[in-house]
């Protein structure tokens, strides 16, 4: 009996022109038995294509789907390479904390210095036009 650790991870996938308009997802959950949230979607057929999605399932079945997706031509990035905060920038505010439906944001009880946890983050770009100094950037 295969005993499998579950893993949940937020990635961006982006598709080439040829792939925009095939079943990938589809694949991922019949054929590898994952899960998916879909977090943001621009895919236009016979265009490049993005998704913001998590994908959760067993450890092997995670690997075997990834390895499926960068055969196919799809490159996989982890979520938090897309979405920065520039700590030059921040100057702490805290406009952030209170529109972040996720809850990535927080401000330290100590320090009172805001804290940006990147694997809650679901890149929905609410942060980008409320940070006062432009600290807050996605990069796809």
């Known amino acids: 009996m ?15 022109p040829s792939l ?4 990938i997802m589809c ?4 054929d590898f038995d994952l899960e998916f949230n879909i977090l943001k979607a ?4 016979k265009e490049e294509g993005l998704l913001v999605v998590e ?9 075997n789907g990834t ?5 196919v031509g799809i ?4 979520l938090s390479q897309d979405v920065i905060r520039n700590e030059t920038r921040c100057t702490h505010c805290g406009a952030c904390v209170v529109l972040c439906p996720p809850g990535a944001f927080v401000i ?3 320090t009172r210095r805001v804290e940006f946890d990147d694997s809650k983050c679901i890149a929905c770009g609410v942060c980008v036009p409320a940070c006062p100094p432009r600290a807050m950037e996605i990069c796809f």
């Open 55 to 63: 994908l959760s399932g067993a450890a092997e079945d995670y690997e």
């Open 75 to 78: 490159v996989i990035q982890p």
């Open 27 to 30: 694949r991922l959950a019949k």
């Open 2 to 16: 295969r005993e499998d650790i579950a893993i949940s991870r937020r990635v961006v996938l982006h598709f080439p």
């Open 67 to 71: 390895r499926y997706l960068s055969g």
């Open 20 to 23: 925009a308009d095939k079943p």
């Open 42 to 45: 621009s895919i236009t057929p």
């Open 108 to 110: 330290d009880p100590v």
